[in-house]
């Protein structure tokens, strides 16, 4: 997917968070999640998504490139190359971010020594 401000409105805006049954059961035991709804979230059961239905065929997935974009644009400047990843989350994505700047901060610093 090219990232543009209409694909990011139309294809991974819409895109909700997801979890397991035991995952929101837990949650719930600790007090965690009391105004969500199946409307905010979708949350697998055995037999797919409990009270509610998917948005797009690969939501899950599109629901992770919505974090990506949002973990890659902390990083406060324009990022312009291909991101990749697998199993990724937000703490792999923001150590991306912190290794890219970086790298670039390191690349500004050896072209003022030259």
């Known amino acids: 997917m090219v990232l543009s401000p209409e694909t990011f ?21 600790q007090g965690l999640g009391k105004r969500a709804s199946p409307k905010d979230l979708l949350v697998f059961g055995p037999d797919g998504p409990i009270d509610n239905e998917l948005r797009f065929p690969d939501e899950c997935v599109r629901h992770k490139l919505l974090d ?20 990724s989350g937000h703490r792999l994505n923001a150590e991306m971010v ?3 700047i970086g ?12």
């Open 98 to 100: 912190s290794a890219v």
């Open 9 to 29: 409105a139309e294809e991974l805006a819409p895109s909700r968070t997801f979890l397991l049954e035991a995952e929101a059961m837990a949650m719930k035991a």
């Open 68 to 87: 990506m974009a949002g973990d890659l644009a902390l990083a406060g400047r324009d990022l312009i190359g291909r991101f990749s990843a697998h199993r």
């Open 103 to 114: 790298a670039e901060q390191a690349e500004e610093g050896l072209k003022r020594c030259a």
